[in-house]
């Protein structure tokens, strides 16, 4: 039996063509959606863009047809814009709130119709929904399967012989043949396990693995455990265009990318300059507008970006560290900026690291990834399981996203940490709590 969608105004903010997204059924946006859509289409961040898009998409569909009474999409199914209708919900419910006549459009339409399906990202109007007996689920569209998210790197334990051989050829046969370029190997030997080797699938010829780099310490700063190590080897390598780090605070994605930043950024010459951005998204209450100038904004958002510079600026210039960051930000070898900010422009031959990655829509890191020019490296980091953005989930963010349709590129190379190395305390809380 088809079914008729009815759209939240979250939905088309997160994937302003999610209308386009269900198949053969009918898709209904209410008119109260549109109009919240008129209030953010003027803002300047990417919920403005998006309202932009849905508005200009919609507008080529009313040439087709009256939007009204429904017109056809290309994937067979319908488009219609559904008026508010008088108060059908119980009196608990108040049409002043825009969820609330998004609800009552749909608890309309059921009266007439035993398939409508409301979907939201929002928890509470989901819950409601459920309350007056109307069924809703979430956008699925772009969700991804967690526990299948590509690792990045897996164990193998084999004979010592094996090992002693990579160790002597710096190569060996890729035998399983189940690796995808860039994926990285720990071999353990069977008669004892802490004699191991770490390989890389040569992203030219996966059936190869390949012994890794002599170990870099790019800033003073040297891995502490074998992930890091993997990571610095896709992170220093100019090949691999896009790189994910994924783990938990204190893991030191954050730190070691920037390090291989500035190495390649400021000391080889490969990059113009290090681009350094976050998602601009409060952790609980927001605290409001702040006063001054963008730099002096943004330096309240970068404060974990502040502090692992000057761990790094401190291995490298312990006397005068203040002055070198300084020095380099003047000179435009380092430049902070927010998500927002970088959105239209062109970015070549540049080191952009994207932090905090897990806070971004699919949609928006697309819009990021997009910007890189010829010869620009990106870095995105995050933990998805410290989500702020309360649209987003595990499932649904930026980052997952990008891991998991990223996938066997060979431009791309990823790896998930496991291991926190910023203090006991950390590594309790990252596991406990």
Aim: include cysteine.
């Amino acid at each position: 039996m088809k079914k008729i969608y009815i759209l939240d105004t979250n939905v088309l903010i997160h994937d302003p063509l999610s209308f386009t997204k269900f198949d053969d059924n009918t898709v209904v946006i209410p008119i109260s959606v549109l109009q919240e859509l008129d209030t953010f289409k003027t803002a300047g961040d990417e919920r403005g863009k998006s309202a932009r898009v849905i508005s200009r998409r919609l507008d080529e569909y009313r040439v087709k047809g009256k939007l009204n009474v429904g017109v056809k999409l290309e994937n067979g199914g319908t488009l219609k814009i559904e008026l508010d209708h008088q108060q059908v919900l119980p009196p608990e419910f108040r049409l002043t709130e825009m969820d609330d006549r998004i609800l009552n459009s749909a608890f309309w339409l059921a009266k007439e119709k035993n398939n409508v399906v409301l979907v939201t990202k929002d928890i509470n109007l989901r819950l409601k929904s459920d309350a007056v007996g109307i069924k809703a689920e979430d956008y699925k569209a772009g969700k991804v399967k967690v526990d299948e998210l590509y690792p990045g790197l897996e164990f193998r334990d084999v004979g010592s012989a094996v090992i002693d051989k990579f160790y002597k050829d710096k190569s060996v046969k890729n035998e399983a043949a189940d690796l995808v370029p860039n994926e990285f190997v720990i071999f353990r030997a069977k008669e004892d396990p802490k004699k191991t080797a770490i390989g890389r699938c040569d992203p030219a010829d996966a059936s190869v693995i390949r012994a890794l780099s002599p170990e870099p310490s790019p800033w003073g700063i040297r891995p502490l455990n074998k992930e890091q190590r993997c990571a610095m080897e896709l992170l220093l390598d100019d090949n691999v265009k896009l790189v994910t780090l994924i783990g938990t605070a204190g893991t030191g994605k954050t730190l070691i990318s920037l390090a291989c930043g500035l190495q390649k950024a400021v000391d080889d010459n490969i990059y113009k300059r290090l681009i350094i951005c976050r998602s601009v998204v409060p952790v609980g209450r927001d605290i409001g507008f702040l006063p001054g100038t963008k730099e002096e904004k943004l330096s309240t958002w970068m404060g974990a970006i502040y502090d692992n510079l000057e761990i790094i600026m401190d291995k490298r210039h312990q006397e005068d560290s203040l002055q070198k960051f300084e020095y380099l930000l003047q000179n435009e070898k380092i430049e902070i900026a927010s998500v927002s900010h970088i959105r239209g422009r062109s970015l070549p031959k540049q080191y952009m690291l994207v932090d905090d990655a897990q806070n971004l829509s699919p949609h928006e890191i697309k819009t990021i990834l997009s910007r890189a020019g010829e010869g620009t490296k990106v870095v995105v980091t995050g933990d998805p399981y410290q989500i702020d953005n309360p649209y987003l989930d595990i499932a649904s963010n930026g980052l997952t996203y990008i891991v998991d349709r990223m996938k066997g590129q060979k431009l791309y190379g990823h790896l998930t940490f496991t291991k926190t190395e910023r203090s006991q305390l950390a590594s309790l809380v990252a596991e406990l709590l």
